[in-house]
């Protein structure tokens, strides 16, 4: 098993130095851990760290999500598939922080692992769980720039273990953009092993454009586009989404936008696992500007 679990790689975190470019978003570097899932009266896994959030209604917070999806059985429990507690008793979802200091001072490095060879998923091989860390402007978050003048840094350190047979992790970063009546989802697949590729395009994994009547999703390959994050190195990544975007609608993968009013609900970054396997990310600065 290729994971390295001390605090000792927490020092190895590369930060990024900003540049002129305007930051929207809030706290872009971490240096308050102020998190929560969404309200308990939806979901049953909520969580909330405290330690440091802002008070009232109108104090900015990162926004986690934890989902449960099925690629073969018909019922998993929870409501939304979202199945597990953070950090709770015999949960593979765990979120955890460490002090960091960077070039801008002290700030936080958050760790985000699932694990499923501790702690199997108890809906069977069939499943995989996905655990994000957001900027969502509907949950207190953001302000964010449209997806065609949005660009996003990450300091990262990810690992993972896939023993055998049907199993799957990877690392993935994405952005939900909206114009003519639906969500546009574009993901970049960071890191991975074994998780498939279902589209002819070298630079595409997955291109739906009727996800769902209000959903069109797009996976871009990472390496292909040129976003590289190689498990067990730190890294820093830089991605310009406006490119992004603009080579998806170029390419018929999402519907084009024809002067219509663009938004940028949500900006994040993830790690899945499927079956028996570890997805373990270690995050430092997560920076939403404009190019």
């Known amino acids: 098993m290729k994971l390295i679990l001390s605090t000792l790689l927490f020092l190895l975190l590369?930060?990024?130095n900003s540049s002129a470019a305007q930051t929207f978003g809030w706290d872009y570097n971490l240096t308050k851990r102020c998190a929560k899932t969404y309200d308990p009266s939806v979901t049953e896994n909520y969580y909330e760290d405290s330690q440091q959030c802002p008070k009232g209604k109108k104090a900015k917070q990162w926004t986690l999500v934890v989902e449960s999806e099925q690629t073969a059985n018909a019922s998993c429990p929870g409501p939304l598939n979202q199945s597990f507690l953070i950090n709770g008793v015999n949960s593979p979802v765990m979120l955890g922080w460490q002090k960091h200091q960077s070039n801008l001072g002290l700030n936080w490095t958050v760790n985000m692992k699932v694990d499923h060879i501790t702690y199997p998923h108890p809906c069977g091989a069939g499943y995989f769980t996905f655990f994000g860390f957001m900027d969502h402007v509907d949950h207190r978050g953001g302000p964010l720039p449209n997806p065609f003048n949005l660009s996003t840094n990450h300091a990262v350190f990810y690992d993972h273990y896939v023993p055998f047979g049907d199993n799957a992790a990877r690392l993935i970063v994405g952005v939900q953009g909206w114009w003519g009546g639906k969500t546009h989802i574009l993901e970049v697949n960071l890191a991975s092993e074994n998780w498939?590729?279902?589209h002819s395009d070298p630079r595409v994994i997955l291109a739906a454009l009727n996800w769902t009547p209000e959903v069109e999703f797009v996976t871009l390959h990472g390496p292909a586009v040129g976003i590289v994050v190689n498990p067990g190195?730190?890294?820093?990544?830089?991605?310009?989404?406006?490119?992004?975007?603009?080579?998806?609608?170029?390419?018929?993968?999402?519907?084009p936008v024809n002067g219509l009013p663009s938004v940028t609900q949500a900006a994040y970054i993830g790690v899945e696992a499927k079956g028996s396997s570890i997805a373990n990310l270690w995050h430092t600065d997560f920076r939403v500007t404009s190019p």
């Open 14 to 16: 590369l930060s990024f």
């Open 196 to 198: 498939g590729d279902a």
């Open 233 to 255: 190195v730190s890294s820093t990544v830089l991605i310009n989404w406006s490119v992004l975007f603009d080579l998806a609608i170029a390419n018929g993968w999402f519907s």
